[in-house]
């Protein structure tokens, strides 16, 4: 069993930063990658950012350059660096843990709230 919990979120102001944490515990070995997405009101949860299967990175159009994923394996904690917020970045952000086996749910957190104040 895989468990993600997520901490960083808060409010900040337009052009304001905060960092985003996320720690896996349980049976790490069955995550294949991890990333991170959100979901606004009355919106589809969106991907934001996430590790490819070859460790490079992919981001959602509107963060590119101004959010960064990365991770330290040894504390099987990735983190999402959010820079240059506007308002548009509220949303509930949610840790993602893509199984190794294709039989398996996807995992995920339970979310940490960002809003961003004009």
């Known amino acids: 069993q895989v468990r993600l919990v997520e901490s960083g979120g808060g409010l900040v102001q337009a052009g304001g930063s905060l960092r985003l944490s996320c720690t896996a515990s349980g049976t790490i070995s069955d995550i294949n990658t991890m990333g991170w997405y959100r979901q606004a009101p009355g919106k589809h949860r969106e991907l934001v950012a996430r590790f490819t299967s070859d460790g490079s990175t992919h981001y959602e159009d509107s963060v590119r350059g101004r959010f960064t994923i990365s991770r330290n394996n040894a504390k099987d904690t990735v983190y999402l660096q959010m820079n240059n917020l506007n308002p548009e970045d509220t949303a509930v952000y949610y840790c993602?843990?893509?199984?190794?086996?294709?039989?398996?749910?996807?995992?995920w957190g339970q979310g940490t709230q960002v809003t961003v104040s004009s």
């Open positions: 993602h843990g893509e199984p190794i086996y294709a039989d398996f749910p996807d995992f």
